[in-house]
């Protein structure tokens, strides 16, 4: 049994992809497995991964026709025997240290999720960014806890992406969680329960990932061909929370989250005529079916993201997306 089983899903990925396997190979800690699953490649990366395979007898590779990240994951997890599972985008790469880091952590702490931090690279700038957005310690009890002791924050702490989280694997593979059939938000159906479902969540609060942005190709820009997939990867986290009987714990961080993913879906659709269809969705369907106006308003901690609401509700589509482009410019000049 290795330490760790690293599975990476593989798409037309070549102009990143020698980084990623490198910065996996480098790694300090050397106990480990590397599960490439190529979904479908129609450039060079079969090549480069069989490259790899023959150099490193630590990679393998394993083919299959184009089913989307969510089902290479599953098969690559299906292959996976380490003690310690994590999944990473092979358009990243890492700090040498990362897994030596990680399962040290995991090992000291005993738990099921160990969550570090993660900075961006812009693609096409070449700048990277400060991402201690994407990991949010000030909600959280402290470094070591049960989710249930941030009931309030769950949702928020962390975002439904799983390469910053290593996992214990028996304990995924005890509470059978699965990528599902969806060409995009897939992976916060698995992450989200591996989330509020765990026993012991650790913090590292340390960057040892470099997290790729602004990849043309990248499969988040595929929200126009397939816009109903978000918020069927909702409605399966709130199945999830309902079948395990924790809607009651985290009703209110689910509501939350779930009033910012839905308007944040639909300002991510990239085609505008798709985009206008999906806000009459958005305010005749999905916002109507969640019930927020059972809640008062300060049931929703985050006034950005319900005057985001109240636009989607009330203002008309033209005025609800020169607000949104208005506040997207301004946003990216601080970043700037």
């Given at each position: 049994?290795?330490?760790?089983?690293?599975?990476?899903?593989?798409?037309?990925i070549?102009?990143?992809?020698?980084?990623?396997?490198d910065?996996?190979?480098g790694?300090?800690?050397?106990?480990?497995?590397v599960i490439?699953?190529d979904?479908?490649?129609?450039d060079?990366?079969?090549a480069?991964?069989?490259?790899?395979?023959q150099?490193?007898?630590?990679f393998?590779?394993?083919?299959?026709?184009?089913?989307?990240p969510?089902?290479?994951?599953?098969?690559?997890?299906?292959?996976?025997?380490?003690?310690?599972?994590?999944?990473?985008?092979?358009?990243?790469?890492?700090?040498?240290?990362?897994?030596?880091?990680?399962?040290?952590?995991?090992?000291?702490t005993?738990?099921?999720v160990?969550?570090c931090?993660a900075?961006?690279?812009?693609?096409?700038?070449?700048?990277?960014?400060?991402?201690?957005?994407?990991?949010?310690?000030q909600?959280?009890?402290?470094?070591?806890?049960?989710?249930?002791?941030?009931?309030?924050?769950?949702?928020q702490?962390?975002?439904?992406?799983?390469?910053?989280?290593?996992?214990?694997?028996?304990?995924?593979?005890?509470?059978k969680?699965?990528?599902p059939?969806?060409?995009?938000?897939?992976?916060?159906?698995?992450?989200?329960?591996?989330?509020?479902?765990?026993?012991?969540?650790?913090?590292l609060?340390?960057?040892?990932?470099?997290?790729?942005?602004?990849?043309?190709?990248?499969?988040s820009?595929?929200?126009?061909?397939?816009?109903?997939?978000?918020?069927?990867?909702l409605?399966l986290?709130?199945?999830c929370?309902?079948?395990?009987?924790?809607m009651?714990?985290?009703?209110?961080s689910?509501?939350?989250?779930?009033?910012?993913?839905?308007?944040?879906?639909?300002?991510?659709?990239?085609?505008?005529?798709?985009?206008?269809r999906?806000?009459?969705?958005?305010?005749?369907?999905?916002?109507?079916?969640?019930?927020?106006?059972?809640?008062?308003?300060?049931?929703?901690?985050?006034?950005?993201?319900?005057?985001?609401y109240r636009?989607?509700?009330?203002?008309?589509?033209?005025?609800?997306?020169?607000?949104?482009?208005?506040?997207?410019a301004?946003?990216?000049?601080?970043?700037?």
């Amino acid at each position: 049994m290795p330490q760790v089983s690293v599975v990476i899903p593989v798409y037309n990925i070549e102009a990143h992809l020698r980084q990623c396997l490198d910065s996996v190979a480098g790694q300090t800690l050397s106990d480990l497995e590397v599960i490439c699953v190529d979904d479908g490649s129609t450039d060079t990366s079969p090549a480069i991964l069989e490259e790899y395979a023959q150099k490193d007898p630590r990679f393998q590779v394993i083919r299959q026709a184009n089913a989307g990240p969510g089902a290479a994951r599953n098969r690559g997890m299906e292959r996976s025997s380490g003690r310690y599972l994590i999944f990473l985008d092979s358009d990243d790469w890492f700090e040498p240290d990362f897994l030596e880091r990680m399962t040290a952590r995991a090992e000291e702490t005993g738990a099921d999720v160990t969550i570090c931090r993660a900075d961006e690279f812009d693609t096409h700038s070449g700048q990277v960014y400060d991402g201690s957005w994407m990991l949010k310690t000030q909600l959280l009890p402290g470094a070591v806890f049960s989710p249930r002791e941030a009931a309030g924050a769950v949702f928020q702490f962390t975002y439904g992406w799983p390469w910053d989280k290593l996992y214990r694997r028996d304990y995924i593979l005890k509470e059978k969680f699965r990528y599902p059939d969806l060409a995009v938000s897939q992976d916060l159906v698995f992450v989200y329960p591996s989330v509020f479902c765990a026993g012991r969540i650790a913090v590292l609060d340390r960057v040892l990932i470099h997290h790729r942005v602004n990849r043309l190709a990248s499969v988040s820009n595929s929200r126009s061909k397939t816009p109903e997939a978000s918020y069927q990867a909702l409605k399966l986290v709130e199945a999830c929370l309902e079948e395990r009987g924790l809607m009651e714990i985290y009703r209110q961080s689910f509501l939350n989250w779930a009033m910012e993913f839905l308007v944040w879906h639909v300002c991510s659709i990239g085609d505008r005529a798709v985009q206008r269809r999906y806000f009459r969705v958005l305010r005749q369907s999905w916002l109507p079916e969640q019930h927020f106006d059972r809640y008062p308003k300060r049931y929703f901690t985050n006034r950005t993201v319900f005057a985001k609401y109240r636009l989607a509700k009330y203002a008309p589509y033209p005025v609800f997306s020169a607000i949104l482009r208005f506040y997207k410019a301004i946003k990216g000049r601080r970043a700037a």
